[in-house]
C-alpha cells in the first residue's frame, strides 16, 4: 500500500523539523557543557591564585596556612591550624615534594565537599587585615 503524495510530504517535513530541533538540542548541551568546564577551570584558577600567597605558581605550606587562618577565623587555635594544614597538603601532594602544584589542588577539591569549603568569607578576610 502506496501513501498519499500528502502523507510522505507531511512525514518528511516533520522528519526535517525533528532532526533542525534535535541539532539545535544537541548544539545548545554542546555548548552548555562547554560553558560549564570554561566557568569551573575559571573558577578553579582563580581560586588557586588566591590560594598562592607568593605567587610562586604552588601553593605552600605557608600559603595554605594564612589563607585557611582567615577562613577558620579564630575557631581553631594555630596548633590545630597547622594540624589541618599539614594533613591537606599530606592528602594532595601526589609527587610529595611538599607543595601542591594547580593541577594536584584541583584533583584534590574538585569532587569533594571540600570545594564548597573553600570559598572565602571576605567580610571575614577584611575584618582579619
Ligand atoms: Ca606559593
Ligand atoms: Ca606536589
Not at 594540624?83 to 601532594?93: G, H, P, S, W
Not at 607543595?99 to 569532587?111: C, D, N, P
Amino acid at each position: 500500500m502506496t501513501q498519499p503524495f500528502y502523507v510522505s510530504r507531511i512525514l518528511c517535513v516533520i522528519h526535517k523539523k525533528y532532526i533542525y530541533v534535535y541539532n539545535i538540542y544537541t548544539y545548545v548541551i554542546y555548548i552548555y557543557i562547554h560553558i560549564f568546564y570554561i566557568f569551573r577551570w575559571v573558577v578553579m584558577t582563580v581560586t588557586f591564585k588566591i590560594y598562592d600567597v607568593n605567587n610562586d605558581g604552588y601553593i605552600s605550606n605557608g600559603d595554605l596556612f594564612r589563607i585557611l587562618k582567615i577562613m577558620v577565623g579564630d575557631n581553631l587555635n594555630d596548633t590545630q591550624l597547622q594540624q589541618l594544614v599539614d594533613r591537606t597538603i599530606f592528602q594532595a601532594d601526589e609527587d610529595k615534594d611538599g607543595k601542591l602544584s594547580e593541577e594536584e589542588f584541583t584533583k584534590f577539591i574538585q569532587g569533594s565537599e571540600i570545594e564548597s569549603k573553600l570559598v572565602i568569607d571576605l567580610n571575614n578576610a577584611h575584618q582579619q587585615q
